[in-house]
């Protein structure tokens, strides 16, 4: 695996902090100016650790801007740099301003063609993270981010792993996201690149439906049951069905049957060539 380019250390004077930008499961994410000598000054998000962070937490948040590190794509959060000499430590980020896909589809009235085109954007990110040899573990609209101009792009690598030359990992235990979670992870803990397309209909279901609770009123107990058990999340209102069509072929029991990113990518990119989408509420 691609573990070969180090993040780039940043002088930590070249930092001004201005505001929170959000809290995240062990660390603080804050709006920064980056003015870098001879650059022109950037707004940045720079993350970084509670005070009272342990060390496993400190190596896990380098780790993660070490993934980061190796990915450049334009639906995938670039890493500018990280600042670990002193105290704290920051992982420079490209800011995203219009903040999480989850929270903006929750509360902005969003077009079909936008829909769309963020699924076939995050699969993009996704097919980038894949060819590298990685697996996100985590994908769902919350961990990914609009740019100022609505572009999506994948985040928070805080559980990818490289993938195994079987191409899964075996989990060992841990939080699992049980509604964003494909059977035979649940089961049997084998995350691959068919679990993290699985977790990727889920995610175009939230962008179908306001981000709604996937499952709703089912707790995580049920959801592990119904879903071993061959219940699939329906069509969602409004949702045109070839749409549909695509979210239920990530939701194949058999993970071999799953499409590939690179496969959705297409089909997305397929349905984005019919700008205002009218064929597609025609089927
Ligand atoms: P979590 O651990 O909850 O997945 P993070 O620690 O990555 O999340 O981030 C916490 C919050 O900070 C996010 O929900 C988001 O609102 C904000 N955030 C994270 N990264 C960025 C970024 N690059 N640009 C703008 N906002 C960000």
């Known amino acids: 695996m691609q573990l070969s380019k180090e993040p780039r250390e940043l002088n930590r004077e070249w930092l001004i902090v201005l505001s929170e930008l959000g809290q995240g499961a062990f660390g603080i994410v804050y709006e920064a100016s980056l003015s870098e000598p001879k650059a022109p000054e950037i707004q940045v998000a720079a993350k970084s650790l509670r005070k009272d962070a342990m060390d496993n937490e400190r190596e896990e ?3 993660e801007a070490l993934v980061m590190a190796q990915m450049e794509h334009a639906n995938v959060v670039g890493l500018i740099g990280v600042i670990t000499k002193g105290r704290p430590i920051y992982v420079v980020l490209e800011h995203m301003r219009n903040g999480s896909l989850k929270d903006y589809v929750m ?7 936008q829909q769309v085109t963020w699924s076939r954007q995050v699969a993009s990110g ?12 985590d994908l769902a609209a919350r961990n990914v981010l609009l740019s100022a101009s609505l572009t999506a792009k994948v985040a928070d690598f805080g559980l990818a792993r490289e993938s195994t030359d079987d191409a899964y990992y075996r989990s060992r235990g841990g939080n699992v996201p049980v509604r964003w979670t494909a059977p035979e992870a649940l089961e049997d803990n084998i995350f691959s690149e068919k679990s993290d397309v699985w977790a990727f209909g889920v995610l175009m279901y939230e962008v179908y439906t306001k981000a709604a609770m996937p ?3 089912w707790n995580n107990q049920r959801v592990w049951i119904e879903v071993t058990n061959g219940f699939r999340l329906p069509c969602p209102a409004d949702c045109p069905l070839p749409v549909f069509k695509i979210m239920s072929m990530c939701w194949l029991h058999d993970r071999h049957e799953r499409p590939s990113f690179e496969t959705l990518v297409k089909a997305l990119a397929a349905l984005e060539t019919d700008s205002d989408m009218s064929s597609l509420f025609q089927s």
Request: charge should be positive; hydrophobic fraction near 35%; aromatic fraction near 8%.
């Open 215 to 217: 499952y709703t009123g």
């Open 61 to 63: 948040l380098l780790e």
């Open 126 to 137: 996704m097919a980038h993270i894949h060819s590298l040899g990685f697996i996100h573990r």
């Open 107 to 113: 509360n902005k009235t969003c077009t079909p063609a």
